[in-house]
């Protein structure tokens, strides 16, 4: 298993400042032993994409124990924030704790790189262009088409319960979550955007009216608006859609989600297509 930083970046625009040179605003609690018994279960592999042959794209796969081939089994694709890896959702608190008490699949993609936004922001964007390595022309398609291609992969290895995929994600993520489960709603049984960083509108909605939304969104966040968040929820109840909002009074960026993703999964878990 492979380790990563957890990283947090500014997501507000702000003139002339680095937006991915931001400190840290979470410090994980020691973890149990079920945490790291699970964390050591996971496993980094690497698939490549027709579009970008010869580039070897990282996902993490995590497997609970009582997985039966012979059984279908749920799934969660979980979506890292801008500047991380495959393994920042898997070390996302206990993310893969939970997976294992639910017994629940859990698939990580990269996303192509650590600044593709999984296409919610078209093919570039400032992150990316600042970059030494700004990547590809198409980084937005590569990166949407890496985490479809993830979810293919889970459903011909593993025996995916097709009524119970679920998308998650954190900030970029969470962004990611919005725009690639209301691209697809027909896929997903259930959505959790977390401090979601997402600038289109929210009209997307319209064609995802019968999705089940969870959002945790902290009122302390400095790196996503949560008006903007508030928005999206605002809409959702316009929508008459079965959502709950979390909103965590003095909620960093990095802490809401973290600290509420037992809630989450209990969530997802009530909900199937």
């Given amino acids: 298993m492979r380790s990563s930083a957890i990283l947090v970046a500014l ?7 680095d937006l991915l040179a931001q400190a840290q605003d979470w410090v994980q609690p020691p973890r149990s032993e079920a945490n790291l018994a699970a964390l050591a279960r996971v496993d980094v592999r690497t698939h490549r994409l027709p579009q970008a042959p010869g580039v070897d794209i990282p996902y993490g796969v995590y497997v609970p124990t009582g ?3 012979g059984r279908a089994t749920p799934l969660v694709i979980a979506l890292h924030g ?23 699949l859990v698939a990580t993609p990269m996303g192509f790189n650590e600044r593709g936004w999984y296409g919610s922001r078209g093919q570039g964007n400032d992150f990316n262009r600042r970059s030494q390595d700004p ?18 992969i889970m459903r011909d290895e593993y025996n995916v319960d097709e009524r119970r995929i679920y998308l998650i994600g954190q900030s970029m993520g969470g962004g990611g979550t919005w725009y690639l489960g209301t691209k697809h709603p027909d896929i997903w049984a259930a959505l959790a955007p977390m401090a979601p960083a997402i600038y289109s509108s929210s009209d997307v909605l319209e064609g995802a009216r ?11 966040d ?19 859609m079965e959502y709950q909002y979390i ?17 989450v999964f209990s969530f997802l878990d009530q909900h199937s297509r």
């Fill in 135 to 152: 990547g590809p022309d198409n980084l937005g398609e590569l990166s949407e088409l890496d985490v479809m291609s993830v979810l293919d």
């Fill in 210 to 220: 019968n999705l089940p939304v969870i959002v945790v969104q902290g009122d302390a």
């Fill in 11 to 17: 997501l507000l625009p702000v003139s002339g400042t």
């Fill in 67 to 69: 997985y039966d081939s």
């Fill in 222 to 240: 400095q790196l996503v608006d949560p008006d903007v968040t508030r928005g999206w929820v605002a809409k959702m109840k316009e929508l008459g």
């Fill in 247 to 263: 909103e965590v009074p003095g909620g960093t960026h990095a802490s809401a989600g973290r600290l509420n993703i037992d809630k």
């Fill in 82 to 104: 801008l500047g991380s890896d495959e393994m920042y959702m898997m070390e996302y608190n206990n993310l893969v704790e939970l997976a294992e008490q639910y017994g629940y």
